[in-house]
């Protein structure tokens, strides 16, 4: 009876909250969004930020019921205050390519190396302060850079590029201020092969929204395309040899893996999807060979013409939309020791057990069931705690024996994933 009163009294205050995150937005924002461009340099344990530029964009598409970030997701957050009354007005968590790096053999080893980034700011009203957190070694919060911004400053741009690069609504729901709002950016597409491109748009959408939980919540999505166009086909492919002028700069073997297509341009990228409003983005790569890649809140990205290409694009997608870890341990990857075993990784699926009377999606686990739990026939179909996750046969735990985020399957996410997965979508949506 206390726990149904318990659900009842947080339904009626469930508007109450929804109203002050909005009234929240009234007081403090504005139409639009403040970009902040870093420079992020590191070397070793050492980490240096810069501004670049402060840029007015024409579109936030983020939710202004949902002002404050509290899912404890990513490698970085980012916060911000107004400066008169130190109220927190803003947080959002997410990753960067620069955490990527800093536990490669790359990192490891000491070379200096610097990356382009971008904050994304509702546009304020009046001075802020924003802070920059990134976890520590025991995924504590720690502040890295700090500094103001007035909105009347006249340094701030307002400059617009690509303003040739035409725009298709694929999909189109509602106000980006209710929606998850996706957008694709094309690479390697030449002006003569934006049939193929949208062609390609088309085949993806249909498979990312054939898979659970997006099937159900497709009403939730608007989907615009930025036709965005390079000088050649395909993008780069250094163990070949071969480089393309692809304007947003995807490239094969980012870290020194093979498969792995990131790009550090940026500048480009962030200028190219400022055309619409931005939720997620995703780079369609145009492409045969094997690859992709997904960084939390940055973008995803995805070839498109693998045999595997499907599941590339909605795994790539579940890391950059929902902070989804790999649940494969037996694969190459460009990491060392990325999760320690006595921390508890950020990441919603999966665990490193240190309490087995505490896991994150105990909810989802049915009475009886042993926690850890036997990767056996008889525990096939269950939900549980089964070691191996996270590149790491032992010590690390996934909630069922497969998963989009574990093998080469569409055949679903699974429970704590699909969890997630749904949580991402409301707190853009309600």
């Known amino acids: 009876m206390r726990r149904l009163l318990l659900l009842c009294l947080a339904i009626q205050l469930l508007p109450v909250a929804i109203s002050a995150q909005q009234d929240l937005f009234d007081r403090y924002f504005d139409k639009g969004c403040l970009r902040v461009d870093l420079h992020h340099t590191g070397i070793g344990d050492a980490e240096v930020y810069a501004i670049d530029a402060l840029i007015r964009e024409p579109y936030w598409a983020g939710n202004p019921r949902n ?37 490669t053999d790359e990192a490891i080893g000491g070379g200096a190396k610097t990356f382009h980034e971008s904050l994304l700011i509702p546009w304020p009203k009046a001075p802020v302060q924003i802070r920059v957190e990134k976890r520590d070694d025991r995924n504590i919060f720690r502040t890295v850079f700090d500094f103001t911004v007035d909105p009347d400053d006249y340094h701030i741009t307002t400059e617009s590029r690509y303003s040739y690069f035409k725009v298709k609504k694929v999909m189109e729901n509602g106000d980006p201020g209710s929606k998850v709002d996706i957008a694709i950016l094309a690479d390697g597409y030449r002006s003569d092969e934006i049939h193929k491109l949208e062609n390609d748009v088309e085949k ?34 250094p163990r070949e040899s071969k480089y393309r002028d692809n304007l947003l700069g995807l490239s094969f073997n980012s870290f020194d893996l093979d498969r792995y297509m990131l790009s550090m341009e940026n500048r480009t990228i962030r200028d190219v999807a400022a055309k619409v409003p931005c939720d997620q983005t995703i780079i369609l790569a145009n492409e045969q060979k094997y690859g992709g890649g997904g960084i939390f ?76 739990t036997p990767d056996d026939s008889l525990h096939a179909g269950a939900t549980g705690a089964f070691e191996g996750a996270g590149y790491s046969a032992k010590g690390l735990y996934r909630s069922s024996h497969d998963c989009i985020m574990k093998s080469k399957t569409l055949d679903g996410f699974c429970p704590a994933c699909r969890e997630a997965i749904e949580r991402m979508i409301d707190f853009h949506t309600r």
């Not at 509290?70 to 955490?99: K, P, Q, W």
């Not at 990312?208 to 000088?231: Q, Y």
């Not at 997608?317 to 990325?338: K, P, Q, R």
């Open 67 to 103: 002002l404050i970030d509290d899912m404890n997701l990513g490698e970085h957050i980012v916060r911000v205050f107004d400066l008169a009354t130190n109220t927190l007005v803003f947080s959002m968590g997410y990753c960067s390519v620069y955490a990527e790096l800093a536990t």
């Open 204 to 237: 993806f959408m249909k498979i990312l929204f054939s898979v659970e939980p997006f099937r159900s919540r497709k009403s939730d999505f608007n989907v615009r395309l930025v036709r965005s166009i390079s000088g050649q086909s395909g993008v780069d492919n």
């Open 297 to 372: 809140r940055l973008y995803s990205t995805c070839v498109s013409d693998n045999e595997f290409d499907g599941y590339i694009f909605v795994h790539e997608f579940g890391h950059a939309f929902a902070g989804l870890a790999d649940e494969y341990y037996s694969s190459e990857v460009a990491y060392n020791e990325m999760y320690p075993l006595d921390v508890e990784p950020w990441e919603p699926n999966i665990t490193t057990l240190l309490d087995t009377a505490r896991v994150k999606w105990g909810h989802l686990i049915a009475a009886g069931t042993p926690v850890p």
